[in-house]
């Protein structure tokens, strides 16, 4: 089968074995993946890695149990044991034994083949166009939010950058009812945000000080943790989206003083997402900027790291 | 009237105007004061302060209002407005609008004479002696935590730092119900938190990975939340309890791959703080290292600068 391949730096198409059968699992055939800022990371070699990437998929069942034979899925990826106590308190995302799709000792879905358990695979709900279900997992990643930390609907929420991550961040709050204020440089992203409902703000350099009871950072740049503190009100939250590689510098005396909670937050729960999607709450059809085949992954990662790109698809159909 | 006062990095003691009267102040007789870490910080160049330093006190109230009059009392450092929507919440400690005794607009209590709104006084309760007493701040401080963050009894908690606010929360949290592990690198001190029940662990270089779901970094040290961060179980929480100047590195990664949540944590009421000295739960005079009369504030301050000094008091009578 044909696999995407990054190795030092460098992004390849090559044959690879096709996986082989393993208790539990499915194979799967990738229709949509979707390139996302880790798989970037990746490239540039977060976690040292070298293989195939991918975690973000929407893909066809060829081989696995009755319920799942032939159907459209996407699945989660975090590959836990399903025994330790953080299985069995419903939180295999934090697993010490697990594997992640695509990121830590599991081949990723940017293959034309896959494989995945079961118990991580979710049916596409009618209605959802594939192409959007890609969105699943960075969508249950904003939804993790809400799995952490209780925002009460009406609440105004400031939301730090119009990236991917931003824009699904401040869709899935404004859906929850909250009142989001999206910050960012780009009127053409804000915009998706604001048919969601939310309120986009062009910034500058300067942000509104202790405004917000609850913050998220999704800036992805090392100033985005310092810029959210600023903004919360004392004793507020602000959630840590975006993960920043190395050291970020942070004054903890403003954390203290004002009482302020960070909440580090990471995957999420596929339900939320999916109900979401299929209600149309969240637009993710403006953020597809591009779509390539398989075969030409080097020029998909490429596009995906031009500036003021958002979403960039591969596809196998 | 004597005070003590902090200028450029010197401490002296020089004769100042006595307080005049203020609606709803009560002037008070200093009779200990507590030398704390942030005086020391005050001292050197902290909110670039200078003046008459003090918010850890024992008094007898010279005048005020009746139910005052003549009696031992202790006080709650954030004059706030009282108007403002975080008074009405219960919170003046977040006024924007407060001073802060002996640091920030109204002058301290290492003089003989201060005052202090009558709102903020707590009358010393019977059979906690006065020497005690002048640890209410502090362990109120320590007592926050609770206020916080709902820490199950009987969970594990480690606390880092075996210096007096490490000293002061493995106590109060110990005596809410939870299990300490204090760390720290003095035998003696950890002996301290040992008689209230805590465990002291001599730490090396190396501490426990992975292993609470409740950590509290009081080492003052800019390791400090690093290492509490290491400590904490995914999904767990570490609390920020000791102010280090300037940026402190951090790398978020692990904050949010295990879903850390980090909490500031700075003052906190008197009443659960007195009620634990008035139980006795809390081993402070172990702590009281030395004493001083105010006129010999510089070699006071001397004192408390030594290395494993732990609480050094000023005493005016």
């Not at 992004?11 to 699992?25: L, T």
């Not at 995302?93 to 494989?115: D, M, N, Q, S």
């Not at 969105?135 to 799995?147: M, Q």
């Not at 009100?233 to 009482?259: F, M, Q, W, Y």
Request: charged share 20%; glycine share 12%; proline share 6%.
């Amino acid at each position: 089968m044909l696999a995407v391949y990054l190795d030092r730096k460098k992004v390849s198409v090559r044959s690879a074995p096709k996986p082989g059968p393993r208790q539990g699992f499915a194979l799967i055939r990738m229709l949509y993946g979707g390139i996302c800022n880790t798989d970037l990371e990746l490239l540039h070699g977060y976690y040292g890695f070298r293989g195939i990437p991918g975690h973000e998929f929407v893909g066809e069942v060829l081989s696995g149990s009755k319920q799942f034979m032939g159907r459209k899925v996407v699945g989660e990826i975090n590959i836990n044991c399903s025994r330790c106590s953080w299985c069995r308190r419903g939180l295999g995302r934090h697993c010490p034994y697990r594997a992640v799709l695509g990121i830590v000792k599991h081949p990723g879905a940017f293959a034309e083949l896959l494989t995945l358990p079961e118990r991580n695979l979710h049916v596409v709900p009618e209605g959802i166009p594939l192409s959007h279900a890609v969105f699943a997992e960075p969508l249950a990643a904003a939804c993790e939010i809400l799995e952490q930390v209780a925002i009460p609907p009406a609440s105004q929420v400031g939301v730090l950058g119009d990236g991917k991550l931003g824009l699904l961040v401040a869709q899935a709050l404004q859906a929850h009812g909250a009142r989001v204020h999206l910050f960012g440089r780009h009127r053409a992203k804000l915009r998706i945000a604001e048919k969601a409902g939310a309120v986009g703000e062009l910034r500058g350099s300067k942000l509104p000080a202790a405004a917000y009871d609850y913050v998220v950072d999704a800036t992805g740049s090392p100033e985005g943790l310092a810029q959210g503190v600023a903004m919360a009100r004392p004793r507020g939250t602000v959630i840590l989206k975006s993960t920043v590689h190395g050291a970020v510098p942070i004054d903890t005396a403003p954390v203290i003083v004002n009482e302020i909670t960070l909440v580090g937050s990471r995957c999420g729960l596929f339900g939320p997402a999916l109900e979401l999607l299929a209600a149309g709450r969240v637009h993710v059809a403006d953020m597809i900027c591009d779509s390539f085949p398989l075969r030409e992954a080097p020029a998909a990662f490429r596009r995906a790291q031009e500036k003021g790109v958002l979403k960039v698809l591969l596809c196998n159909n």
